[in-house]
C-alpha cells in the first residue's frame, strides 16, 4: 500500500513569507502528527491530529499551526517565516496499536 | 535532564559484527518504545514497536525495554553495510500520542 506522502519535497522561502506543506497519510491511518527536524534539536513533536481534532501539541509558539481534513489529510503552515525555521519537516501517520510511518519530509530553506 | 539519552556515536563496526545500541529515560509513564532507521535525506523508517516491558525479535533485529532502570536497547545481529544509518529511539505514553525521540546514533558498518 503507498505510504505517507509528503508535498512538496523542498521549497525555498523568504523570511517573513509564509509556508503551507501537505500531508497525505497511509489509507486508513486517521492520526497524523508533524514533526520538526534539525542538526541540533533532533526531533521534536509539533502537533498531532485525529479525526480532524487537534489531540495533542508541542511547544512551538503560535505561528506554527495545522489542520486535518475529512479524508486525514493534513496541513501544516508556518506564518512569517525566521531563519531557524529552516529545517525538515516530517509527517507520521498511525493506526490504533501501530508505530508511526513517517513521509520523507519536506525540506524547507527560510533565506 | 532531557527526557531520552541517546549516545550520538558515531558507532564503526566491521562486518558480521552484532551492534548494541541503546538509549535511556526519565519519567516511567510511558507505555510504548520505538527503534526507527534513517538514512541520509530520508525520513525515519520504523524498525521495532514494543509494549511495556521484555524483548521483541524481527529478523536480525531484538529490540529489549527494561522499565525498571528505564533502559531501552536495540541488537543487530549479522549487521550489513546497508545497516549504515542514524539510529533513533522513541517512547509515547500511549498509542497514537507525540513522540520523544532521542537524538540518534550514527552507525557506521565497513565491509
Known amino acids: 500500500k503507498a505510504g505517507v506522502t509528503q508535498t512538496p519535497r523542498y521549497l525555498i522561502k523568504t523570511r517573513g513569507q509564509q509556508v503551507t506543506l501537505s500531508c497525505s497519510p497511509i489509507?486508513?491511518?486517521?492520526?497524523v502528527s508533524w514533526y520538526q527536524q534539525t542538526p541540533g534539536q533532533g526531533l521534536q513533536f509539533l502537533f498531532e491530529?485525529?479525526?480532524?481534532?487537534?489531540?495533542n501539541k508541542g511547544n512551538f509558539p503560535g505561528r506554527f499551526s495545522g489542520r486535518q481534513f475529512s479524508n486525514s489529510r493534513s496541513e501544516m503552515n508556518v506564518s512569517t517565516l525566521e531563519l531557524g525555521d529552516s529545517a525538515l519537516y516530517l509527517c507520521?501517520?498511525?493506526?490504533?496499536?501501530?508505530?508511526?510511518?513517517f513521509g520523507s519530509g519536506t525540506r524547507l530553506t527560510v533565506v | 535532564q532531557k527526557e531520552v539519552e541517546q549516545d550520538p556515536g558515531p558507532l564503526s563496526v566491521p562486518e558480521g559484527a552484532i551492534v548494541s545500541l541503546n538509549c535511556t529515560y526519565s519519567?516511567?509513564?510511558?507505555?510504548?518504545f520505538m527503534w526507527y532507521r534513517q538514512y541520509s535525506r530520508k525520513g525515519p523508517e520504523l524498525l521495532m514497536y514494543?509494549?511495556?516491558?521484555g524483548n521483541k525479535e524481527d529478523g536480525r533485529f531484538t529490540a529489549q525495554v527494561d522499565k525498571s532502570s528505564k533502559y531501552i536497547s536495540l541488537f543487530i545481529r549479522d549487521s550489513q553495510p546497508s545497516d549504515s544509518a542514524t539510529y533513533l529511539c522513541?517512547?509515547?505514553?500511549?498509542?497514537?500520542?507525540?513522540?520523544?525521540f532521542g537524538k540518534g546514533t550514527s552507525l557506521l558498518v565497513t565491509p
Open positions: 507520521a501517520s498511525s493506526s490504533q496499536g501501530e508505530g508511526y510511518t
Open positions: 489509507s486508513g491511518h486517521r492520526s
Open positions: 491530529y485525529f479525526s480532524e481534532t487537534q489531540r
Open positions: 519519567n516511567s509513564a510511558f507505555q510504548y
Open positions: 514494543t509494549y511495556s516491558s
Open positions: 522513541a517512547r509515547a505514553r500511549n498509542s497514537g500520542y507525540a513522540l520523544n
